[in-house]
C-alpha cells in the first residue's frame, strides 16, 4: 500500500470513528457522554490533519471527484448526527425541566391554583391566539388587554408599521410548555414561563416561531409580560423552579 493509500485509509477510519462516538454520545445520557463529546473536536482535528497531508502528498492540488465525494458525504453524515444528538439531548434535559416544573406547580397549586399545569397551559395558548388575533386586526387596544408594560409599547408599534391588510393566521395545534413559575411574594404576583411552539401563516409566508413567553397576572387574568426567543431565553430553563423572580428581570 502506498503513501496516498496509507492516509487514505488513516482518514476513513477517522471518519468511521467521529461518526461511532457521535452515535455513543447520541445513546448515552448527558453524564456519562460528556467525555465522548470533548474527544469529538479531537477527532475532527486528526480528520483535518490526515486530509491536510493528503493533499500536501498530492502537491497541493484538490484529491480526485470520487475522494471528494466521500469526504463530502462523510462530512455531511458527521455533521447531521452531530445536530440529531444534540437535538436528543437538549429534548431529553426539556422534558425533565418541564416533568420538574409540573409537579412542583401541582404542590404551588393547592395555595394558587392559577399556577396549576392545565390551567398555565390553557392561558398561554388563549393568549397566544389573541395576540396573533389582534396584530392581525391591527387592534392595539386589543392588545393592551393582553399585555403589559414595554413589550405592549413595543406590539403597538408593530401593528401600526405593519403593511395594511397583513393576514395573520394560526396553523394548527398551539404546543406549550410549562418550564418556570414563581409563586406570589409580598412585593408581586406569582409569574409562569412557558415556552410556545406554533406555526404562523403571515401574508401566506409560512413562520415557526419557538418563544419563551412570561406570563403575570392583571385583575385576576394572566397577560404577557415577556416574549424572548428560543436561543435568548434558553436561561429560563436553568432558572431555580419557584424561586422570586431576579431583580430587574421581566
Do not use: N
Amino acid at each position: 500500500m502506498g503513501g496516498e493509500e496509507r492516509l487514505l485509509f488513516r482518514l476513513a477510519l477517522a471518519v468511521a470513528g467521529l461518526l461511532v462516538m457521535l452515535a455513543s454520545a447520541a445513546s448515552g445520557s448527558y453524564g456519562r457522554a460528556r467525555p465522548i463529546w470533548l474527544a469529538v473536536p479531537i477527532g475532527l482535528v486528526v480528520i483535518l490533519v490526515i486530509y491536510g497531508r493528503l493533499i500536501g502528498r498530492r502537491g497541493g492540488t484538490a484529491p480526485t471527484s470520487a475522494v471528494s465525494e466521500v469526504a463530502k458525504r462523510a462530512a455531511g453524515r458527521g455533521r447531521r448526527a452531530s445536530r440529531r444528538a444534540l437535538a436528543r439531548l437538549r429534548g431529553r434535559r426539556r422534558r425533565e425541566r418541564v416533568r420538574q416544573v409540573e409537579l412542583a406547580a401541582i404542590e404551588a397549586a393547592k395555595d394558587d391554583d392559577l399556577l396549576a399545569p392545565e390551567r398555565v397551559h390553557t392561558a398561554a395558548e388563549s393568549l397566544f391566539r389573541l395576540v396573533q388575533l389582534a396584530r392581525g386586526e391591527r387592534d392595539p387596544g386589543r392588545l393592551a388587554t393582553l399585555m403589559d408594560g414595554g413589550l405592549l409599547t413595543e406590539w403597538e408599534r408593530r401593528v401600526v408599521d405593519a403593511p395594511p391588510g397583513e393576514r395573520v393566521e394560526v396553523v394548527g395545534q398551539v404546543e406549550v410548555e410549562y418550564v418556570g413559575f414563581t409563586a406570589a411574594s409580598a412585593d408581586e404576583g406569582p409569574r409562569a414561563v412557558v415556552l410556545i411552539d406554533a406555526e404562523l401563516l403571515i401574508d401566506g409566508e409560512a413562520r415557526a416561531p419557538c418563544e419563551f413567553w412570561t406570563l403575570g397576572l392583571r385583575g385576576g387574568l394572566w397577560t404577557v409580560l415577556a416574549i424572548e426567543g428560543h436561543r435568548e431565553g434558553s436561561h429560563q430553563l436553568r432558572e431555580p423552579i419557584g424561586a422570586a423572580p431576579a431583580p430587574g428581570r421581566a
